[in-house]
């Protein structure tokens, strides 16, 4: 029997009072609610980045939501759903947003891209050791890199190990005895054995992260019948940040529209195609239902439609989405790994988020059964 939009309504706000939680990046939920507000997530520079009003917008953007439950997504959706989550905007510092406050609920007409920091903006929770061999071998082997090309002229295109493996002996293991003597490096206790025996696998994997994300860029431009792809990705390393550099290449608004109502479009015909019954799906098509969501959810994030206010959009539409697919919605440590993973890689990580939220409505269910008086609060 297909779910109400009552049931699915109950799904959505399952989490109770703490249903911010299936909308906010996981690393800042010991924050609080308030986290955005109060600028808690900005380590010193809380009135830099406080933003008043965020709660209260995000939430009525949710509310809006989860009215639409079990509608058909359309492009004036999208567009409510955006400026119900920036209604604040108007009162907030312009310091603080990216966008004249006359274009808050525009599609986005002037250039931009973002880092992500490989270190501070992982898609899991590190300890020390694993945040500084990540950073360091980064570092050390573009200035690797930097050496053998300053040096002795000897060019590489990635830095891998199998192409780092190709240089003579004498002149990496030269290069690796100086910059580990190099006082940058001396100072932070890095060891070339060290980097050499763990270091690659990281950047090896960041590198063939972005490979792969810039094939699926250009196999969607070419079915989206454009003269570039939504976005370019490139790795980096600067002295001391390893970080992907994410470029979004429309600026025209007309563009993005018309872009926005193309992967709308695509999205609906995937979903359409399937059993309209969700408890009908076999596992077969609650795969494709899955990926079809990370798939939008990416493609959105890529092409960057709003001037601000584009991650926390995104993310009220992916819980609507998962709820009304017959999933239930997501705690992602770092949501915006969808940007710099493979499509597979990033639907994994939305499988794992949504165990997270099973597991949150769990204990919060749990808790109430304990402590009767919690459970009148929430009444």
């Known amino acids: 029997m297909a779910y109400t939009a009552a049931e699915m309504r109950n799904t959505f706000w399952r989490l109770g009072d703490n249903w911010w939680k299936q909308i906010y990046d996981g690393k800042y939920h010991s924050f609080g609610a308030d986290v955005f507000d109060l600028g808690l997530h900005g380590s010193g520079r ?55 406050k006359d274009k808050i609920h525009q599609f986005r007409a002037v250039h931009c891209g973002c880092s992500q920091n490989l270190v501070t903006d992982s898609n899991v929770a590190e300890d020390k050791f694993q945040a500084k061999m990540k950073k360091y071998s980064f570092i050390f ?26 240089i003579p002996v004498e002149i990496k293991s030269g290069i ?3 910059l580990t003597r190099n006082g940058f490096f001396a100072a932070k206790g890095v060891n070339a ?36 792809p939504l976005a370019t990705l490139s790795l980096n390393s600067s002295l001391d940040i390893p970080f992907i550099t994410i470029n979004y290449n429309f600026m025209n608004p007309v563009e993005i529209e018309e872009i926005v109502g193309q992967l709308i479009a695509n999205y609906n015909d995937i979903i359409n195609s399937l ?37 926390r959009t995104d993310l009220v539409l992916l819980a609507k989405l998962l709820t009304e697919n ?26 794992k ?13 749990s808790s109430i059964a304990i402590d009767p008086l919690k459970s009148i609060s929430m009444l």
């Open 46 to 100: 809380r009135r830099e980045i406080a933003e008043p009003g965020y709660y209260a917008s995000v939430k009525k953007a949710a509310e809006f939501a989860s009215m639409e439950l079990g509608k058909q997504l359309t492009k004036e959706m999208y567009v409510r759903i955006h400026s119900l989550a920036c209604e604040h905007f108007s009162d907030v510092d312009q310091k603080v947003i990216n966008v004249e």
């Open 141 to 166: 082997i573009h200035s690797l890199r930097l050496k053998l090309q300053s040096k002795y002229q000897i060019t590489t295109e990635s830095g891998s190990k199998q192409e780092l493996d190709k």
């Open 176 to 178: 690796c005895n100086e």
């Open 193 to 228: 054995v060290d980097i050499l025996d763990n270091g690659y696998a990281l950047y090896e994997n960041a590198f063939t992260s972005i490979k792969q994300i810039n094939i699926e860029l250009a196999n969607l431009q070419q079915k989206l019948h454009h003269s570039k």
């Open 275 to 311: 059993p309209e019954d969700t408890t009908l799906r076999n596992e077969e098509q609650n795969q494709q239902a899955l990926r079809a969501i990370a798939e939008l959810f990416q493609h959105l994030e890529w092409l960057h439609p709003f001037y601000d206010g584009q991650g």
């Open 326 to 351: 017959g999933f239930n919605p997501s705690i992602l440590y770092q949501p915006y790994f969808s940007t710099f993973g493979p499509l597979d890689e990033w639907t994994h990580y939305l499988e």
């Open 353 to 365: 988020g949504i165990e997270a939220w099973k597991i949150e409505a769990l204990k919060i269910e």
